[in-house]
């Protein structure tokens, strides 16, 4: 599911982009500020950068400035002053382009029935410990319990988590998924609650939290285990209460959030390394997932790894598949790194090719 990020002031302009680019298929985040951009910008690298009609050319030098040459295309959904109506449909011409450019499917209705299919277009696999996986979240999309999932690093974690919302109730509403490992332990109290203004320093203006961001909706806690463990208290607080409070505020707000979390650790591993609290392992763990290792799903790596040779022809116009000694390849490796280390092989290996047989390569290049 490509990303997006929107820097723009208004909170109309960002509600209504925040609706319509998840309504279109896409996850999306937005900004209010050069920092917070910046800072989001970092959690997850966006496929594309919005800029709304608050923000303009001085916005786009800056941005660029800062990310530097990795800087994804940044677009201009709106211009300063342009009628409300006339931005909202330049920003639906903006997204529909987005999503032809990047071939975005329907996201799963929000009226999936128990009995109806959910959307699992961006899984690949039918080996039976993934058709175990849909069945699982096609059962935990239908409640509002928090669900823990619990797998190797690369195996798909975030891919389940957008799965669960897209097929529940709550898919009309904001999916917020963010990084705790990639947050500082001073900030994270900061950045899941909000703040007040002039609660700490450089805090120039109030600011919304994502448990705000995400309420009616989803927030996704990707590597829970990394967050500081005075951070889980009040995280558990707000679990259990459905209620939190900002830095440096002094009023209860409520929260109507699901929290899927999710772990590459052993949470027992974890608790005996107090890396998570056992209480609110058990408020998290109420539904947890395992999700399968790549070693673990039989003839799926040779799918997936067809389907990304099929994605690079596209992109490139080559005819290439892979070699019959390729495939066997591919069957009997373990696959340490799961499907990140699989599409990096295939993507290392097409690029390395001079034929239209792929020989994949399954030792990395070294630097020495």
């Not at 996850?27 to 920092?35: D, F, N, R, T, Y």
């Not at 660029?64 to 800087?71: L, S, W």
């Not at 209705?109 to 699992?120: E, L, M, N, W």
Request: net charge neutral; proline share 5%; charged share 25%.
């Amino acid at each position: 599911m490509p990303h997006l990020l929107l820097l723009e002031t208004d909170l109309e302009f960002i509600t209504a982009f925040l609706a319509l680019a998840r309504q279109l298929g896409f996850s999306a985040v937005a900004a209010k500020s050069m920092q917070d951009a910046l800072i989001r910008y970092h959690q997850k690298v966006p496929d594309a950068i919005v800029l709304g009609p608050g923000s303009g050319p001085l916005q786009e030098r800056e941005l660029k400035e800062k990310i530097g040459d990795a800087a994804p295309a940044i677009y201009t959904a709106a211009r300063p002053g342009e009628p409300a109506a006339q931005a909202q449909t330049q920003l639906r011409e903006l997204l529909e382009r987005l999503r032809a450019r990047h071939r975005v499917g329907h996201p799963c209705s929000s009226d999936c029935s128990p009995d109806a299919a959910c959307d699992f277009a961006e899984f690949i696999g039918r080996s039976p410990a993934m058709q175990k996986l849909y069945n699982e979240i096609r059962k935990v999309a239908r409640t509002d319990l928090p669900v823990l999932l619990i797998g190797e690093s690369g195996t798909g974690k975030e891919l389940a988590a957008r799965a669960i919302h897209r097929c529940s109730t709550r898919s009309e509403h904001a999916y917020v998924p963010i990084n705790c490992s990639a947050i500082s332990g001073q900030l994270i109290e900061s950045e899941l609650f909000g703040h007040e203004k002039g609660s700490f320093t450089g805090a120039d203006r109030q600011r919304q939290g994502y448990f705000e961001q995400a309420n009616n909706g989803t927030l996704f806690l990707d590597e829970v285990t990394e967050m500081p463990v005075e951070a889980q208290t009040k995280l558990l607080r707000a679990l259990e209460n459905g209620e939190y409070m900002k830095v440096g505020g002094s009023e209860l707000h409520k929260c109507n959030t699901r929290i899927i979390a999710a772990t590459n650790r052993s949470p027992s591993r974890a608790i005996k390394d107090n890396k998570l609290r056992e209480d609110l392992y058990y408020r998290l763990g109420v539904f947890p997932i395992k999700i399968p290792p790549l070693r673990d799903r039989g003839e799926d790596a040779i799918l997936i790894a067809r389907h990304l040779v099929d994605e690079l022809n596209k992109e490139h116009g080559h005819h290439r598949e892979l070699s019959v000694a390729s495939l066997e390849k591919i069957a009997h490796y373990r696959w340490p790194g799961n499907i990140r280390e699989l599409r990096n092989a295939v993507l290392r290996s097409y690029i390395m090719s001079n034929t239209d047989q792929i020989d994949i390569n399954l030792e990395p290049g070294r630097i020495d």
